[in-house]
């Protein structure tokens, strides 16, 4: 991911972020990108960027913030191949665990998370704000 991919990223952010403003998510995502590069990616088409992942870390454990792909590129692949990458480069970096935050209103992405073998260990109530419950799912990496 580079800085100029931003606008678009924090467009799709919105998909996995029902709680988010767009404007306020982009200083976010901005962060994150500025704090870990390797660790956030794109997916493009036609030079268009039609998908996203980013985590943040803390020690060894990494937490899956945001992964959206477009609505209208969804169920072609593309999720698995941004999850696949960043796994891959969390491994590499020794991360040992990644949570997945999924707002309830994200509920649909949960068979996503099994698919790659991540498991339900909980729920937060208002995790992202009043109101804005989240499912926690996790995935051992080592
Ligand atoms: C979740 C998301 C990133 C998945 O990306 P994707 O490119 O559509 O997923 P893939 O095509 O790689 O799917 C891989 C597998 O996951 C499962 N899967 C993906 N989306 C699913 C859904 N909505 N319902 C059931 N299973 C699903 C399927 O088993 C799928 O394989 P199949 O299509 O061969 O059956 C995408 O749906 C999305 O952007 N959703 C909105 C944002 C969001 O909720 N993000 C997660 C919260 S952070």
Known sequence: MR????DTVSELAMLANPFATKEKYREHLLDELEENPDLSFVGAKNGKVIGYVQVEVHNDQ???EDIAVAKEYQRKGIGKRLLNKELKALKRKG?????AEVHYKCAP???FYYKHNFRIIGFVQDYFGVGHDTIILKLLLQ
Do not use: E, H
């Not at 800085?3 to 931003?6: P, Q, V």
């Open 62 to 64: 990494a937490v899956l």
């Open 3 to 6: 800085r100029s991919d931003l």
């Open 109 to 111: 992405a949960i068979p």
């Open 95 to 99: 991360a040992g665990t990644i949570l």
